[in-house]
């Protein structure tokens, strides 16, 4: 082994050094679109006119109480109705309203701004639009499972589109945080627990949604959050707190704000959590000194939903001025629905507590916001109530929605080619508490803006594609957590009359999201209870499981011949899963989170650290080793694993050289080749070790994928390059270094099998 040369830089100070660590792959660095760097004069015309109240007012953000979406979402923090918020606008005290619908409506509230204010400044009008607007996509995790980031770039234009003929200009989406624990609830909105792959779709996501020109109707915003490490939060308790060591956060839970910088993003939002004892909405280092210090980030922060007044129950603020006075010196530039800004800002400046330069910074930023998207121009943009109409649930739209559902889908088991299942010729009976159910194919965020009447059912999209729709056979059996009378009785007779069960269990919505953390990944109970007693009668049963993360799965469950992870699908679930079921699309998601044996792995990645004493290959063996006392540390499902109808078959694995040079690149190809009787896509991912290291390196890291399509018996060469900066990690001192040194790879299926081979990295200088 050669011994080691680091090459790098501390973070602070050698800026090119890092970017060309992390974030070689996706080429980062911060992109500020020009019309946001050219902050125009009119900026400065405008702000030496500005009262100190009204920059308060450009600094805060509302929750929009004229058009709300379902009624009060929150009674305890909306104190400002529809009267107040339009004598609020006219007398400049607000700078965005959030989640309000409705082109008309905003049409009228712009007016309030623009023809009735003094200054005359356009409002912003923000949402979470996070996967489809009335039409709703796969939740993010499970889009994910595609590993096809130009899938994700087209829905999130599609929702986009959508969401901006409603009247809206900036969605608070991607949700990027890396999730490592399956008991946190918003594993659901995120792209699991990989940061290659976070990074590759936080850059597709913000393509999509803001499109090619900022200016355009049918343009939104995009905001990456939650700056940082919300995903991080300890037991995967949600709001808990984090604590983690600077090359993690580096390596793993930063990379993908950087990629989604890069892609063009000009907001952020801050989390809730603490960061090893100082809250991000206070995190000065993290906001001002990483974010614009090191990244060279030119846009707009905002806190997350009274993040800033939180400050105060977090114990870093003595009370809410302190909290304001802190939010605003770290670095957030809007404060979101706590109202401290408005409250706060003009006499902490008075005071000399808060410079008013401060405040002014963040008042250019927000104003070369709005002039970026071209609202100053034309506040009137995106309000078009015949656009609404012509761009809201369109065919379009719905085509996608399925398309990325089945896309989405991950065959976890397929004994015996039980699937897919033919169209005719067989009964089927359709059990469990989501076999008809239309409140529960959303996700998450499914309750805010989705039009549910579009939603498609499991009965629904299976039957519209059998022969003879009478040949499908529906029973609940029970609810996602309580018992229906008489359910398992109706539901094993079903199943006793059928040659094949469909088996619909899993969480309900509610039971995944923001605040939905579990201490345990099981199915509920009575849903077991239910899934023995159909299992009893003895039919060939294939699960279609509903979820919001990686489950634990077990029993007759487990056990069953066929398993589909089908998530959550939005608008379309029914049909995405019966095109799956009946092998109109042959599947092709892989997970992008592990399924653990049992809950108490939890957190449970397959990228963890390597130990002193890793696992026997043999999983009897009970030497002292890193496994638990009753399972091994394996995943039930790892990471970037899925199946197809397809067979696929890698060989060939080739490398350019064995000695990598500093400054070369690698080259390495294998073969893919259906084996199979259907057309496939498989997803071809690339892993490597750092054998030797200062710092104990990961099992495995994904360096890339790549999807291939293949008609039956067809082969083609898939390639993946490879240079030292892929190769980086961070070391003493937070630097960035490649150490020279034996590397092995993986051309692989997921991320526990695949085409070995190792490579060294050579020494600077040295051919
Ligand atoms: C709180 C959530 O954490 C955040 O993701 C969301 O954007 C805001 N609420 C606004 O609804």
Not at 518 to 538: F, S, Y
Not at 703 to 720: I, M, S, Y
Request: charged share 20%.
């Amino acid at each position: 082994m050669t011994s080691k040369t680091t090459t790098g830089g501390p973070l602070g100070s050698n800026r090119r050094a890092f970017l060309s660590g992390a974030a070689a792959l996706a080429g980062l660095a911060v992109a500020t679109p020009r019309a946001f760097a050219r902050a125009s004069g009119r900026i400065e015309a405008l702000l030496a006119e500005m009262t100190i109240e009204e920059k308060a007012g450009q600094l805060s953000c509302f929750a929009d109480m004229i058009r709300p979406p379902v009624g009060d979402m929150n009674p305890l923090v909306n104190l400002r109705n529809a009267q107040t918020l339009t004598a609020e606008i006219k007398a400049g005290r607000i700078g965005v309203l959030m989640n309000g619908v409705g082109a008309q409506a905003a049409l009228e509230t712009q007016k309030a701004a623009v023809e009735g204010s003094r200054l005359k400044i356009p409002l912003l009008f923000a949402a979470d639009v996070i996967h489809g607007f009335r039409t709703v996509f796969p939740i993010p995790l499970a889009e994910a499972a595609s590993f096809d980031p130009h899938l994700a770039e087209r829905t999130a234009r599609a929702a986009a589109s959508e969401a901006s003929a409603s009247g809206l200009h900036w969605t608070f989406a991607p949700m990027v945080d890396v999730a490592r624990d399956q008991r946190w609830g918003r594993v659901a909105e995120g792209a699991g627990e990989d940061p290659y792959l976070g990074q590759v779709l936080a850059a597709a996501r913000v393509r999509g949604f803001q499109g090619r020109d900022l200016k355009a109707d049918d343009s939104m915003l995009a905001t990456p959050k939650h700056f940082a490490a919300y995903g991080a939060v300890t037991a995967g308790l949600e709001y808990n707190s984090v604590e983690l060591s600077e090359a993690t956060l580096r390596e793993v839970h930063l990379p993908p704000f950087q990629a989604a910088f890069a892609a063009g993003a000009m907001t952020v939002m801050s989390a809730f959590n603490d960061v090893n004892g100082v809250p991000a909405t206070a995190n000065k280092r993290l906001l001002t000194d990483v974010l614009r210090g090191e990244w060279g980030f030119k846009g707009v922060v905002i806190s997350d939903y009274t993040a800033d007044q939180e400050l105060v129950a977090h114990g870093y603020a003595a009370d809410d001025r302190d909290a304001a006075r802190l939010a605003i010196l770290a670095g957030i530039d809007i404060s979101m629905q706590s109202g401290l800004y408005v409250r706060y800002l003009p006499e902490l400046v008075a005071s000399g507590a808060v410079p008013i330069a401060t405040v002014d910074a963040a008042v250019r930023r927000v104003r070369a916001l709005k002039e970026a998207i071209g609202l100053f121009d034309n506040p009137y943009r995106s309000l078009d109530p015949d656009a609404e109409r012509a761009r809201t649930a369109t065919p379009a739209a719905r085509a996608l929605s399925r398309e990325a559902g089945a896309r989405s889908i991950v065959l976890l088991k397929n004994d015996k080619g039980l699937l897919p299942l033919p169209k005719a010729g067989k009964r089927i009976a359709l059990i469990g508490p989501f076999a008809d159910d239309r409140d529960n194919v959303l996700g998450a965020w499914g309750g805010f803006f989705a039009d549910r009447r579009l939603n498609v059912d499991l009965a629904t999209g299976l039957r519209a594609q059998l022969a003879d729709p009478g040949s499908l056979i529906v029973e609940r059996g029970c609810e996602v957590e309580t018992t229906l009378a008489g359910g398992f009785e109706r539901a094993v007779a079903a199943a006793q009359a059928a040659d094949v069960v469909l088996l619909a269990v899993g969480e309900g919505q509610d039971m995944t999201g923001e605040a939905k953390s579990r201490t345990d990944l099981r199915i509920p109970p009575v849903q077991m209870r239910l899934a023995e007693a159909v299992a009893a009668a003895g039919k060939p049963v294939v699960v279609l499981l509903r979820h919001g993360r990686a489950l634990q799965l077990e029993g007759v469950v487990r056990d069953a011949p066929a398993i589909l992870a089908t998530w959550f699908l939005g608008s379309e679930m029914g049909n995405a899963v019966a095109d799956v079921v009946f092998g109109t699309v042959n599947p092709s998601g892989r997970l992008p989170v592990s399924f653990p044996i049992d809950s108490g792995q939890e957190p449970f990645f397959y990228n963890g650290r390597t130990t002193g004493r890793p696992a026997p290959a043999d999983p009897n063996a009970q030497e002292y080793k890193a496994r638990w006392r009753s399972i091994r540390n394996d995943a039930l499902y790892p990471f970037g694993y899925g199946l197809g109808y397809a067979g696929f078959v890698l060989s060939d694995l080739k490398l350019s050289t064995a000695r990598l040079g500093w400054n070369d690149t690698l080259r390495i190809t294998a073969k893919a080749r259906n084996t199979g009787q259907t057309h496939g896509e498989h997803v071809v991912q690339l892993y490597i070790r750092d054998r030797v290291a200062s710092r104990t390196r990961p099992v495995r890291e994904l360096k890339g994928f790549q999807r291939v399509a293949l008609a039956p018996g067809a082969d083609r060469e898939v390639r993946f390059d490879l240079r030292r900066e892929n190769l980086m990690f961070v070391g003493d001192n937070d630097y960035w270094l490649a150490e020279p040194g034996m590397f092995d790879l993986w051309v692989a299926n997921s991320s526990v099998d695949g085409l070995a081979a190792s490579f060294e990295l050579l020494p600077p200088g040295q051919a």
